[in-house]
């Protein structure tokens, strides 16, 4: 069997056992001749224990058996959780096993495009794995400048479409703050070092931008609490797609509904609310509603 045919069984099987909450051998059977995969043919209980085991292996996700009853169940869910790599890789290959068949149409298929190199991501994940600082040349948006920096890479978040990764500057010359967030298609070059650097005892990604909506994160705000008014439609997107993990819908009228996060207010988060202007309205804190009135009367200026 090809390595992709195999990836579509482990794919169809978390899918499958995930959406059921529990399912029996012989349900999962009769599910699995339901597809064209099996082309008739049951699956059998060795295929399906090495399809356990490698799933176990690849994504992280373990396949339990419950003993009382047989049925079978993913014994760690919280790994497919909406953040989560596991999550990121499941959803990526399925949706690419869905293109994969439809091929034919292709041309009624519209995707986005991520500007990111990928080949960026190969050279900082490694750095990660073996502890090494990178050697990057960076440009920013605006500047004609390219600094060469020394990178100890922590991290790295995917944002609207486009890579970052997130360290600390091997400086020792340098005073205060010296962590940065690179954007992947800004770097010019890079590479690795042989400079090695120790991961903070305790150091959490997930923890780290945990009470921020975006990328940026900032010592000068305290993470606090903002109530938003979705107004019209954007009340059904805001339920469905939440702005923040912290959400929690606390009222709603006859064409409004109001949300109650629990974070920073930085710049990426009045972006979005001013992209949103006319259906995203902030009620609280005061300080933030008056900067986002500054906000929108620059951005009126400019059309008069």
């Given amino acids: ?114 500007p990111s190199e990928y080949g960026r991501l190969g050279e900082i994940t490694e750095a990660m794995k073996k502890r090494v600082c990178l050697s990057m040349e960076y440009q920013k948006y605006g500047h004609t400048e390219v600094k060469k920096v020394t990178l100890e890479p922590y991290c790295i978040k995917l944002f609207k479409r486009r890579w970052y990764v997130f360290g600390r500057l091997n400086d020792e010359s340098m005073e205060g703050d010296n962590f940065r967030i690179y954007s992947f298609d800004r770097i010019k070059e890079i590479g690795l070092t042989d400079l090695h650097y120790d991961l903070p005892a305790g150091f959490s990604a997930k923890e780290l931008f945990r009470d921020y909506y975006g990328i940026l994160l900032s010592h000068d705000t305290e993470a606090e609490h903002i109530v938003v008014r979705a107004h019209g439609n954007e009340r059904f997107y805001v339920r469905d797609l939440p702005i923040h993990h912290s959400q929690r819908e606390i009222g709603e009228g006859e064409e409004f509904a109001d949300f109650e996060l629990r974070m920073h207010a930085t710049s990426d988060f009045c972006s979005h609310v001013l992209s949103r202007s006319n259906q995203l309205q902030v009620l609280e804190p005061e300080w933030l509603v008056k ?14």
């Fill in 291 to 304: 900067k986002v009135k500054a906000m929108l009367h620059d951005a009126l200026e400019r059309y008069e």
């Fill in 1 to 114: 069997m090809k390595t992709s045919a195999k990836f579509r069984e482990y794919i169809w099987l978390v899918n499958t056992i995930r959406k059921a909450g529990r399912i029996s051998f012989a349900e999962l059977q009769k599910k699995w001749l339901d597809t064209d995969m099996s082309e008739g043919v049951e699956l059998a209980r060795s295929t399906f224990n090495r399809h356990k085991d490698a799933i176990e292996d690849i994504f992280g996700i373990y396949i339990e058996c419950d003993r009382r009853d047989n049925q079978y169940y993913i014994g760690n869910e919280g790994v497919l959780a909406e953040d989560s790599v596991q999550n990121w890789m499941l959803s990526t290959l399925s949706v690419s096993n869905d293109m994969s068949e439809s091929l034919s149409l292709q041309d009624r298929i519209l995707l986005e495009s991520i």
